[in-house]
């Protein structure tokens, strides 16, 4: 089977640094993907990692250590409006290539 | 907005109903996606439709059965309700079979009374 795990709560202040990691275990392993929703709002896509290292993308980062079966989301400068959850995800081949998601991490940005 | 259209927003019903859920994906897209996201759940992959066709089941009951019209809209129907069955259900849609980036409707929050 799959699994991901990922931390349920992380809490800091405005313009720190949060890391939120994710471990996962899967019967095959295309890439890690990353999605973000606010409270009753809908999942967004964040990035995808296939190959091992960091992406960029504005104050969100991805990273993907294959070997480790390990990646993290690294949101940087915070503001109050990245208060979210994120979910970590996995294409697996064993479910046909769809996405497993974590049970999320839910985000707190004080001021 | 992601171009993904859920009816309807909200649903109250109750126990022993059916009840029908849509989503129109986005325009071109030819994969719609349900999932269900339960309080304090990630989101269970529930079904694929790729071009009208069933792609993928997931952790989906016997209860609830889905469908893609010509149109490429899909509807998820859920029957014989339970409590249980409160919850989020959201649609995604992608141009492919399987791509990374999936596009998220705005969800119907069925709530069974």
């Known amino acids: 089977g799959q699994s991901l795990e990922q931390p349920s709560e992380v809490t800091a202040v405005e313009g720190a640094i949060v890391q939120i990691n994710c471990t996962y275990q899967?019967?095959?392993?295309?890439?890690l993907s990353w999605y973000q929703q606010h409270d009753g709002g809908a999942p967004t896509f964040l990035s995808y990692n296939a190959l091992d290292g960091l992406e960029e993308t504005g104050r969100f980062s991805s990273f993907l250590s294959r070997s480790d079966s390990y990646g993290y989301l690294l949101l940087q400068e915070l503001q109050m409006k990245d208060s979210a959850s994120y979910f970590c995800a996995v294409r697996d081949t064993g479910s046909q290539g769809n996405l497993i998601f974590g049970k999320g991490t839910k985000l707190s940005v004080k001021p | 907005d992601s171009g993904v259209t859920q009816t309807p927003k909200h649903l109250i019903t109750a126990t022993g109903q059916r009840v029908t859920l849509r989503c129109s994906p986005r325009s071109g897209d030819l994969s719609v996606y349900w999932y269900q996201q339960s309080l304090d759940q990630g989101l269970q992959f529930l079904i694929q439709y790729y071009n009208g066709e069933e792609r993928a089941k997931g952790n989906i009951l016997e209860r609830f059965s889905a469908q893609q019209f010509p149109d490429l809209h899909s509807e998820l129907n859920l029957s014989s309700l339970e409590l249980g069955d409160s919850a989020l259900y959201f649609c995604a849609s992608t141009p492919g079979r399987v791509q990374e980036t999936q596009y998220f409707g705005p969800g119907t929050r069925l709530l069974v009374l």
């Open positions: 899967t019967s095959g392993f295309y890439g």
